[in-house]
């Protein structure tokens, strides 16, 4: 037995509106950005009309959208909890779809259907034990603000987003204590429809969405942005002083290392942390730092921002950091850093095993968590929420119904040990959310067939399948280390 984690400690799983609702056009709701898109990696189904002169949504009649039914959470969610409650989960993260409240994005009223279906899941949550840990948009907002403004590139946004933060915050506010702005913001530069919610609505090239996005639009989309991101902690502590509310960004490449103790490796490894910091640098810490200000000033990538937004900025920092961790990197001068969740990771690292028997090869690292939370303490001594964690593995049942997943237990045993670590290292981490509790749609592949849960759910890729959930043994696992307190891993 090892020492158990601190006593208000939140154990829970997180899972996105977008990955698990279905109902993709129920009760009111219009197209989110991610109905558009199979795997946020790749281009959406958009199409260019010459003679209005705009985008228009183009989904294909052949093509598999694993995201529009999901797993049908939207109609099963008591079935789902109940699930969750019998693992003894203390939080579940889950997002409402923006979409949902405000279909097109631009209406005046919200629609009365969607926000009753989110009164009745977070006083479920409630019910069984739950805090609700509520992402505002986790890739996800009114596919029409990207037609018809250009999205985040758009300073209208920020109008249309505060109204949006108005409405759930005074209706959810005594549901809800834990709320996160926008889910891994920092995949903006990388992933610019989806995480940024950016469309360049009149391209020079409509032969393919974005290509010609420059260097200062997308700084100028990451202003909007912060600036929405700071009005939202501000209205949000007015509407209720005791609200938390966080960023949430994707950390697992702050855990970048050096390929060798060449100064040109460490150099790349700072210069790529740098990229990541800035979102840290302006929500948490309220400025933006000299390296991105030194990289405007040689590139002409300066974003419009006036001295008003500034002072936002600066007196409305987020109460804590949410972030992802999935796995670390190694950066060799000159060579490609991929950071994304579905492929690999680049050059591999000879001292870590990877995730096989998974499809999709990752290196597990657990002290990587350790690193990460140790950064964040030493640069910005905010408490910390990891709210993804987690692996995706190809499974189904075997003849006599069981699903062995040992390989997840040991990846989780061996994050939560050096979570430990990294608390008794002084870090203040406020909770683990362990990404899928019960499998889903994979953001980056679009599949079913990458499974992350605890609960096995029979849904294939090719969208057949009875929805049928049945628990894996990491199920049973997950429920003694929260009954222990993670004492006993
Ligand atoms: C994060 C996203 C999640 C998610 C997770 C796992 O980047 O916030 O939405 O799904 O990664 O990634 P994937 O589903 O691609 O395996």
Redesign the pocket.
């Known amino acids: 037995m090892g020492q158990a984690f601190p006593e208000n400690f939140l154990w829970g799983g997180a899972v996105?509106a977008n990955?698990i609702e279905g109902a993709y056009l129920e009760d009111g709701k219009q197209l989110n950005v991610t109905d558009v898109v199979v795997g946020i990696l790749n281009e959406p189904d958009l199409k260019w009309n010459p003679k209005r002169q705009k985008w228009e949504p183009a989904l294909k009649a052949d093509k598999v959208y694993l995201s529009h039914e999901a797993i049908d959470f939207y109609h099963r969610f008591n079935e789902d909890l109940a699930l969750m409650e019998g693992m003894g989960f203390q939080a579940f993260r889950t997002s409402i779809s923006w979409a949902r409240i405000f279909p097109n994005g631009d209406e005046t009223e919200p629609n009365e259907a969607g926000l009753r279906y989110y009164d009745e899941l977070f006083a479920q949550m409630r019910r069984r034990g739950m805090e609700p840990v509520i992402t505002l948009s986790?890739?996800e907002m009114p596919l029409h603000l990207l037609t018809e403004y250009g999205g985040w590139l758009n300073p209208k946004m920020i109008d249309f987003w505060m109204k949006y933060v108005d409405v759930v915050f005074r209706r959810y506010h005594n549901a809800v204590n834990y709320w996160m702005t926008f889910?891994?913001v920092n995949n903006l530069f990388r992933i610019p429809f989806v995480a940024g919610g950016v469309l360049d609505i009149h391209p020079a090239h409509p032969e393919h969405v974005n290509q010609d996005l420059t260097e200062r639009q997308l700084y100028q989309a990451a202003h909007h942005l912060f600036v929405a991101n700071a009005k939202t902690v501000q209205l949000g502590h007015q509407i209720d002083p005791q609200a938390k509310i966080g960023c949430m960004l994707?950390l697992s490449s702050l855990a970048t290392y050096p390929y060798t103790c060449d100064p040109q490796d460490i150099l790349g490894v700072m210069e790529h942390q740098h990229k990541q910091m800035l979102f840290l640098d302006v929500m948490v810490r309220g400025e933006y730092p000299g390296y991105v200000q030194r990289s405007w000033r040689e590139n002409g990538s300066r974003p419009d921002m006036t001295q008003d937004e500034l002072e936002l900025i600066r007196s409305f920092p987020v109460d804590y950091i949410a972030f992802?961790y999935?796995r670390s990197t190694v950066y060799h001068a000159g060579a490609e850093i991929r950071t994304d969740?579905?492929g690999s990771a680049g050059l591999d690292n000879p001292y870590l095993k990877q995730t096989s028997p998974a499809p999709w090869r990752w290196p597990v690292d657990p002290q990587g968590l350790r690193y990460v939370c140790n950064f964040l303490t030493d640069h910005y001594h905010k408490p910390l929420f990891i709210v993804?964690n987690g692996i995706?593995l190809d499974e189904q049942p075997d003849e006599t119904g069981a699903i062995h997943d040992d390989f997840r237990v040991e990846y989780i045993r061996e994050h939560l040990i050096q979570l430990r670590e990294a608390i008794a290292d002084g870090c203040d981490v406020m909770g683990y959310l362990y990404?899928?509790p019960i499998d889903i749609v994979?953001?980056?592949?679009g599949e079913m067939r990458?499974r992350y849960g605890f609960v096995h759910v029979d849904r294939q890729n090719d969208g057949s399948g009875t929805l049928k959930r049945t628990r894996k043994d990491s199920y049973e696992w997950f429920r003694k280390v929260i009954a222990t307190q993670g004492e006993d891993l």
Do not use: D, I
């Open positions: 996105a990955q986790h890739y889910n891994e994707s992802s999935y969740t579905g993804e995706g990404w899928g994979s953001a980056g592949t990458k």
